[in-house]
């Protein structure tokens, strides 16, 4: 059974950092794509960052330049790093899978979610 788990959410100051990490369990390689997304209360949940199974990542304009997606994929786990982060950048942010993989391809996975709250 496909988990995935998010961590590294928190509070922080205008101009800080924060990286959270997902870790998808029940797969032995990567064949999926990854994505990160956030919802702000009142707002629809909207993409932030992915990265696909070939390694090519992509941005949403307002985090482009201050976010950073990346992949162990020996932990099957996706990182984003956060800089500059501004108090627009206050949301929950969810981890997304879909699954390139043999008897659940085109499947949609999501995170339990992580809270990201940038205040001074």
């Known amino acids: 059974q496909v988990q995935l788990v998010e961590s590294g959410g928190g509070s922080v100051q205008p101009g800080g950092s924060l990286r959270l990490s997902c870790a998808a369990s029940?797969?032995?390689?990567?064949?999926?794509?990854m994505s990160w997304y956030r919802q702000a209360p009142g707002k629809e949940r909207e993409f932030v960052s992915g990265i696909i199974r070939a390694g090519i990542t992509s941005y949403a304009d307002s985090v482009k330049g201050r976010f950073t997606i990346s992949r162990d994929s020996a932990k099957n786990t996706v990182y984003l790093q956060m800089n500059s982060l501004k108090p627009e950048d206050t949301a929950l942010y969810y981890c997304n899978l879909v699954s390139l993989c043999p008897g659940d391809w085109g499947v949609n996975y999501w995170g339990q979610g992580t809270q990201v709250t940038v205040s001074s």
């Open positions: 029940g797969y032995t390689y990567w064949c999926y794509d």
